[in-house]
């Protein structure tokens, strides 16, 4: 198909540290990446003119083997090169005394329609470099401070540059996502004519948008002004609020160039409000693809009775009119599909009849993989009346110590509990394990430690397939959660709550009332799916944050 001129020519470039794309193009780690790819993946859809633009890591982020012991092991787990496109333009970008080179290879989103949307991958492994620079597309999120540092040198101010070497005149809008890229905003003002410092500013902010995502102060990206300035001598330290304290927060300086600024939930914002005090920020709640996140069976059930849900997933709120009995269908059909996977790789004999449970998600503290299991007891009074399986999977970033002992924590009760209960763990969470579980599971779990669950993107992929969430009030869900429509919420006020919701509520209706949750099914892809996903989401980033002329 020939290649139309306004796709290649974006109005706006999203820049973001993670962009996943396909499970062989191994440049994501979690949520962040999923949620980049899934935002471009819906521009193609709605035929909006946008690039992406972020490192090829070539070690990837890292396959996850667990021992038999149960600890985490990180393996190397590099791209496939041959569904990326080289290109031809270099440009340099300054790293202390240095001038490191950077290339840059092309993948095409092609959406249904034909329109194409490109996904720029920036990389230094080119011969004019050094050893060490040549390196710094290696892997993702990993390495020292130094290392990270320079990684986002590339990101945020390669970026720039490489728009330009490419031709993209036509970019409008620069869409930071998180504060990995956010000395693109740097190089920027350091490009500006203006005359004075606060009509830089100014230029600056009306071409930036930024989105936050994490609350967790660890998470971001924070360098000592002096350190910086080693590396980026002509970072403008002086300019008035940009520096607190001598350091230089990413995040902050996201917020500082940027004149449209958004949390990705309604929570969140209020979170977000109350860290960087300042009600500048607002929210645009996440959305997923839905093409992506939807199992076939149900995407064919809903070609079947919504043609053009594809394009506009917001007609998803038409599955009210669609039989309890064909959505159950396609259901089972999709769990078998997730417990033929989990037998085969794990070699366990899970069941189809049985109600089944999944929490898969990064493991980090705040999200509290363990909630389930902090009273053995009642949770195996609970099983014995009325069985479950419980599936989880998840990696911990292999510098994150405390959610690698949580991931051994979990799988020393896989073993413990047997006798008792089906408990699994899943080894190597990816795109396509991810496919799987938010299809075939019966239930999604969400337990993280309020207010640190920014958004959680996980439940409504599941929401696509007719999956209920039972999830802490925290991130999306109090936007997404509509009793008896769409799931349940944990009262963490109430002891126990997690089983007694369990026992009294959920396992009843699955078991003993299949048309109530039929019903249930229904409803949460009428509610939510219609709503949470990621067209939606880009619509109304180009409504309030990009605000381009017609």
């Known amino acids: 198909m020939k290649e139309k001129k306004m796709n290649l020519n974006p109005l706006v470039a999203y820049i973001s540290m993670e962009i996943a794309l396909e499970n062989n193009i191994k440049t994501y780690a979690g949520g962040l990446g999923v949620l980049a790819g ?4 819906a521009a193609a859809d709605l035929k909006f003119p946008m690039a992406g633009i972020t490192l090829f890591n070539r070690d990837g982020y890292f396959k996850q083997v667990v021992s038999k012991d149960g600890a985490q092991l990180a393996m190397s787990d590099r791209s496939d090169f041959l569904l990326l496109e080289k290109l031809s333009p270099t440009v340099s970008v300054n790293i202390g005394q240095e001038k490191v080179l950077v290339g840059v290879w092309r993948y095409l989103i092609r959406s249904e329609n034909g329109f194409l949307v490109p996904v720029y991958f920036l990389d230094t492994d080119l011969p004019g470099n050094t050893k060490k620079n040549r390196a710094l597309c290696g892997s993702l999120y990993g390495g020292t401070e130094e290392y990270r540092l320079k990684q986002e040198i590339i990101l945020g101010r390669g970026a720039i540059k490489m728009l330009t070497a490419l031709g993209h005149e036509s970019v409008q809008k620069i869409h930071l996502n998180e504060g990995h890229g956010a000395l693109a905003t740097i190089e920027l003002f350091l490009n500006s004519k203006q005359p004075t410092d606060r009509k830089k500013i100014k230029e600056v902010r009306r071409k930036c948008v930024f989105t936050t995502h994490t609350p967790i102060p660890k998470a971001q990206d924070v360098f000592s002004l002096p350190y910086l300035l080693n590396y980026q001598p002509d970072f403008p330290g002086h300019l008035t609020g940009l520096a607190i304290k001598n350091e230089i927060n990413f995040t902050r300086c996201g917020l500082y160039f940027s004149g449209f600024v958004n949390a990705v939930s309604r929570a969140h914002r209020e979170r977000a409000r109350e860290i ?21 069976e149900f995407k064919s059930l809903y070609d079947q009775h919504i043609p053009g849900w594809r394009s506009d ?11 309890g009995q064909e959505v159950w269908s396609a259901h089972q059909a999709a769990k078998r599909r997730l417990i033929s996977l989990v037998n085969k ?6 069941d189809e009849d049985i109600f089944t449970l999944v929490f898969a998600r990064r493991f980090a503290v705040y999200k509290r993989p363990e909630y389930l299991f902090q009273d053995l007891s009642r949770l195996l009074a609970v099983n014995k009346v009325r069985p479950m399986q419980l599936i989880f999977a998840g990696k911990a970033h292999p510098q994150d110590l405390e959610g690698q002992e949580l991931i051994k924590k979990i799988n020393v009760l896989v073993k413990q509990l047997s006798q008792n ?5 899943l080894e190597d969470y990816d795109l396509d394990k991810a496919k799987f579980l938010v299809a075939g599971a019966d239930l999604w779990l969400n337990n993280p430690l309020p207010p640190n669950e920014a958004s959680g993107t996980s439940g409504m992929k599941a929401a696509h397939n007719g999956i209920p969430q039972l999830s802490i009030k925290d991130g999306w869900w109090p936007e997404g959660y509509h009793k008896h429509r769409t799931g349940w919420v944990i009262n963490e006020k109430v002891d126990g709550d997690v089983y007694r919701v369990l026992e009294k509520e959920i396992l009843p209706m699955f078991y003993d009332r299949p048309d109530k949750w039929r019903e249930l099914m229904v409803s949460t892809i009428s509610r939510n799916a219609s709503y949470f996903n990621a067209q939606r989401t880009l619509k109304e980033y180009i409504k309030r944050a990009y605000r381009l002329p017609s």
């Open 345 to 350: 790789q794990i070699g366990v004999k899970l």
């Open 313 to 323: 997933n917001a007609l998803l709120k038409k599955v009210r009119h669609i039989k």
């Open 276 to 296: 960087y005090k300042t009600r500048q920020i607002k929210h645009v709640t996440n959305g997923v693809d839905s093409a992506t996140w939807t199992a076939p």
């Open 421 to 425: 209960i089906k408990l699994v763990f």
């Open 38 to 41: 899934d935002i471009l993946r």
